[in-house]
């Protein structure tokens, strides 16, 4: 046998126990799939497992959310459906997609699919097809155009799906150009699935999302938003970026990314500003998995690792002698990040968490060697609120110097501010720092309706307990009064 004949057996050897361990993956949820696919074979009709539950069952990671599709159209399957399921539902029957529920299991059941698109919009024509293989021929990916068919089992790969699976490869069943023509949302999915699955792109993947990527404007910044939520949530989202950015869908997405690829000269020597806030990502991912590592991927995090840096370019100043100052590229940052992410339509607590944290992540570098205040340690605390975990994880995350002296010596002032944050806190509840009086108590002290004196006086009292801690109602009563006759206004009984 020749070395490419044992090669081409290996191949086909892996392929065949790939599809073996798919089945295997199968028939833990067997009572369900194998129901529904009988079901349908005793009416006449072909049922597929099919998509990204085929793709999950080869990594041995099937859930409990199954796809499939059938020649069977919508008003049959929903037939079908009665009387099996627990719940159904028909919010995509319009597409020819119905959702049931059963001991446990959602199912989603779509007629084959041959749709047409205008490859101006993104949204097809929908028509229903009448074949297995013409309805994989129009998925995204490959390593999604594989099928089972049920109750047979017996797999279908028309694409090379399986072969690109083992060989951890991102390509497309038509062309990508016909692919990406069709749905340029599907250049995005590529980068999501880069960053989910760990796959690389094919260079011909790669060379169509390049020389096509201003196609992207034809989708919605809704459905922007997500794909890319998504990609940064995966469990190599790095990988993911890099893609958006070589490949130039990033500068019709998120512009501000390439735009930090500074240039560097001989003369004016600064860190990579894109480099770097890749790194950052990578090292707030590491601190969010070491502190919980069943958690939830946190995208609040990860937007504002990723953006932390965005107002360098528009702060640069050379300085003589051969510096670099970005002066301020924290405020100027935290601003051009709520304007992007206000433009991909995140959701109003997203954008002022992402946004605040930008804004806050240089506070810690006036920290030097502990020499702040108890007043400063509890004034960051106050303006990190509930943030102040994952500013903890942005800041640790930021120290990318190659210098270990100046790396452990930054990692041991956090430390030590911890620590302080951590004393103070047990002293004085600072995660409920208010002023000593509330704004009852003011009104009855100073005789006064609601109104701006009200916040006025409930503000000087909280910079107050900001600077000297908590202090004896007495105290605070004197406070005010003293505060109040600087205003003007008459303090009763005085």
Partial sequence: MSTKQHAGSGQQSSEREAQRNAVVELIKVAPI???????????????????????????GRLGTDLDFTTDARPEQVRDLLAGWAETTWDTGIQFGTLGAYRHGTTVEITTFRADRYDRVGRNPEV?????????????DFTVNAMAIQLPERSFVDLHGGMADLLAERLDTPATPEESFADDPLRMLRAARFVSQLGFAPSERVVKAMTEMSAEITRITPERVQVELSKLLCGRFPRRGVELLVESGLADHVLPEVPAMKLEIDEHHQHKDVYRHSLTVLDQAID????????????????LAALLHDIGKPATRRFESGGGVSFHHHEVV???M??????????????INQVSDLVFLHLRFHGYSDGQWTDSAVRRYVNDAGPLLPRLHK????????????????????YDDLEERIDRIAAEEDLAKVRPDLDGNEIMNLLGVEPGPVVGKA????????????????????????RWAREQGIEVPGQ
């Fill in 394 to 413: 942005l800041v640790r995350a930021d120290c990318t110097t190659r210098n270990k002296r100046k790396a452990n010596a930054l990692q041991r002032a």
């Fill in 33 to 59: 799939a194998e129901e529904l696919g009988e079901r349908f074979a005793d009416a006449g009709h072909r049922l597929y497992l099919v998509g990204g539950s085929v793709r999950d069952a080869l990594l």
């Fill in 127 to 139: 028509a229903f097809g009448d074949t297995i293989e013409g309805d994989l021929v129009r998925r």
């Fill in 458 to 481: 409930w503000k000087h009292l909280k910079e107050l307990r900001l600077d000297r801690g908590p202090m004896s109602r007495e105290e605070a009563v004197e406070e005010l009064h």
């Fill in 337 to 350: 990040t709520r304007k992007r992410l206000r433009a991909l339509r995140y959701p109003k607590d997203v």
């Fill in 287 to 302: 601190l969010e998995r070491a502190a919980d590592p069943d958690a939830e991927p946190d995208l609040v995090l990860r």
């Fill in 333 to 335: 940052g935290a601003k």
